[in-house]
Each structure stands twice: as C-alpha cells, then as structure tokens.
C-alpha cells in the first residue's frame, strides 16, 4: 500500500515539474478584452444564401435558350470532314442539324404551360357523377384517329373507330 502511494505521488510530482508555471494576472494594455468578432457564418449557411442565378434570373427558365449565344463551332483548317463531303457541304449539313434542333426546342417551348385540366376531362368522361364510362366499348378513354379505316367496311363508308 505504501508503495502504491509513493508511485502515485512521484507522477503527480513528475507530472507538475513538466507543466507550465502560472505568472498570475498580468496587467497591460495588451491584455485589456478584445471586442466580440462579428458571428462568421457556418458553411451551411453560406451556401444555401448562395443565389447562383443573382446576375441574370432568367437564365434557367424554360424557354431561355433562344436568349442565349449557342451557336454551332466555325470548321477551321485542322477541323474533322467526312470522307465524301467538302467542308461547305460538311458546313450546311451542321447548319441543317442545328436549325432542326432549335426548331423542335421551339416547338417545345410553344407547348409549355398548355395542359388539359383533368377536372374538366372527368367531368367530360362523366366520371365525376356516374360510372357509365365503364360500359363504355373504350372505357373512358379518347381514341386517336388512325392512317386506317379498322371498321372492317367494305364499302368506304365509316361509321366510326369501333362500331355497335
């Protein structure tokens, strides 16, 4: 027991020779409280503040692309041509491409915003009050018109997609 206690009391005094001593209170001008740094953000903060679209808003918006300078690469001397074409050939064919695209994004954009109310379609169906549409040849749905007369007349005279 002796002996654990003389063990103990060595490290503690070993322990305390190896720790900075203590000079108490200085008093300076230096040591007087510095003002509070202003609160720094967190990271997480930082970024959802972000708005990466600040400069332009619109620049995202469906439809911008035609705001936009997206134009195909001029061919320059270096450039790939395929076997077979000259470089204006090779030059119209990108330029047909490219008019192709933009014509079917705008066609896109054209259709944006336009949908069907799906009120009104249940209400047109009549499923909104009763369930006659079931017993009904296409059960509620709309039927496209077809390149074909798939009536099974003869004679060329339709009387309709599905006939009673």
């Known amino acids: 027991m ?23 209170r200085v008093v300076s001008s230096l040591a007087a409280k510095a003002p ?3 609160a720094k953000k967190s990271l997480f903060r930082t970024i959802s503040e ?13 439809g911008a692309r035609s705001t936009k300078n997206n134009s195909v690469g001029k061919l320059s001397s270096n ?26 994004y705008q066609k896109n954009v054209n259709k944006a915003g336009k949908f069907l109310d799906y009120t009104q379609f249940y209400i047109d169906r009549g499923t909104d009050t009763k369930a006659d549409w ?5 059960l509620g749905h709309r039927m496209t018109k077809t390149k074909y007369d798939w009536s099974g007349n003869k004679d060329g005279e339709s009387k309709g997609f599905f006939t009673k």
Request: aromatic share 8%; glycine share 2%.
């Open 2 to 24: 002796k002996t654990a206690a003389v063990i103990t009391l060595a490290c503690l005094a070993s322990a305390s020779a190896f720790a900075p001593a203590s000079n108490g």
């Open 50 to 62: 972000m708005d990466l679209f600040a400069p332009n808003k619109q620049v995202n918006d469906y």
């Open 36 to 38: 509070e740094p202003a």
């Open 134 to 138: 079931k017993k009904d040849v296409n």
């Open 79 to 104: 450039a790939y041509i395929p076997n077979g074409l000259t470089k204006a050939q090779y030059e119209a064919v990108r330029a047909k491409e490219d008019k192709k695209k933009s014509d079917n």
